[in-house]
């Protein structure tokens, strides 16, 4: 587990809602917020939004993986590798075909 990656989102999830009560308790709970306060209020909540679907996907990731593990044992890996393999081919198919770059393309 790379729990780094799980602390440093937490880190920003905390550091985003201090500075949006920051916001509302200096601007009246939002009633004295002008156009830029909006947009910035506006901006950390999509922020906090996407962090909290990444935080909600480690953690469903790891209990789904857990329940895998205990049915299938070691194979469990395989069901990640197949869904990144199949992924990588698929945007190899999508690359080739739709966009007509060269298989071995830098672009």
């Not at 156009?35 to 480690?58: P, Q």
Request: glycine residues 12%.
């Amino acid at each position: 587990l790379r729990t780094t990656h799980v602390t440093g989102l937490f880190t920003d999830v905390g550091l985003l809602i201090g500075r949006m009560i920051s916001m509302l308790a200096r601007k009246r709970c939002g009633n004295g917020f002008d156009i830029i306060d909006r947009g910035l209020f506006a901006d950390d909540r999509s922020k906090l939004s996407v962090l909290a679907i990444l935080g909600f996907s480690y953690f469903l990731g790891a209990y789904l993986g857990s329940v895998l593990y205990n049915s299938l044992g070691a194979s469990a890996f395989l069901v990640p590798a197949a869904i990144t393999g199949t992924m990588g081919l698929a945007y190899l198919f999508y690359r080739v075909k739709i966009l007509h770059h060269k298989l071995f393309s830098d672009e």
